[in-house]
């Protein structure tokens, strides 16, 4: 009888695209949506009344940049954003943290916490514009509240599903209580911790929206509302492009955290 000669088991090394191809395969599905729309506000299938076409959206980008309104505008909107998002994310992960590593902080934290998860924070808005007036601090804080409960979600539930033989190894080296939790827990739980991050990022945007919608005469939710009053379809689009290119500035600053914080993940996932 003849026997087959098993072969030698080969690495599977994961095969890379270069860095202009992959760029070039992220913008496809977004340069086919605006092809598709400046073809359709050229042929008049797409009426100005309806949206605006890119020819006039650019020209009142041109418009709003030569002024300087269109930079004081996107910065004030982005430190509202990030000043909201940095307390939000804050709170919900000490909070998430304390409940997850705690049976007692879980008892006195998580029943409020999903109480405040399942209210609506636009729900809010009239409360709060009630108790902290329509300056900064109302939006600052808003923003926040938005952003508290995914970032405690996503930090208890990354915390509690550590694996325990991890920990007790840990502990086993000497590893004890903080630096157990910064050097074992939270390493572990970070995928979560990031996941929710991004979460926070998207649903700021949302936040800043509504927020910017009352007493507000700086920042893009202003330009919307100028732009509903005088029924300016350009300015409205033009502030959608912007709504977007903020999303993804959150998005790429979230993957390069990812990047840095998790060099390991680019060798275990599954493609």
Known sequence: MSTLALAPPRARVPRQRPRWLSLGLRATLPAAIVVAWWAGSASGAI????????????TAFLELFKSGQLVDFALASFGRAAAGVA??????????????????????????????????????????????????????????????????????????????????????FGLTGTRLVLEVIIPAALPGILMALRVCLSISITGLIAAEQVGTQEGVGYLVTLA?????????????????????????????????????????AIR
């Open 228 to 268: 509903q009053e005088y029924n300016r379809t350009d300015y409205m689009v033009l502030c959608v492009v912007l709504y977007a290119l903020l999303g993804l500035v959150f998005d790429m600053l979230v993957r390069l955290a990812e990047r840095y914080a998790m060099p390991w993940r680019k060798q275990v």
């Open 47 to 58: 009426s100005p009344r309806v949206i605006a076409g890119p020819a006039a959206v650019w």
């Open 87 to 172: 307390l939000g994310v804050s709170v919900g992960l000490i909070l998430g943290l304390l409940s997850g590593l705690s049976s007692l902080g879980e008892e006195l934290v998580d029943s409020t916490l999903q109480i405040v998860r399942a209210v609506p924070f636009l729900a809010l808005v009239p409360l709060f514009i009630a108790w902290f007036g329509i300056d900064e601090l109302y939006k600052v804080l808003l923003i926040a509240v938005a952003t508290m409960p995914p970032m405690y979600a996503y930090t208890y539930l990354g915390v509690r599903n550590v694996d325990r033989k991890m920990v007790e190894a840990a502990r086993s």
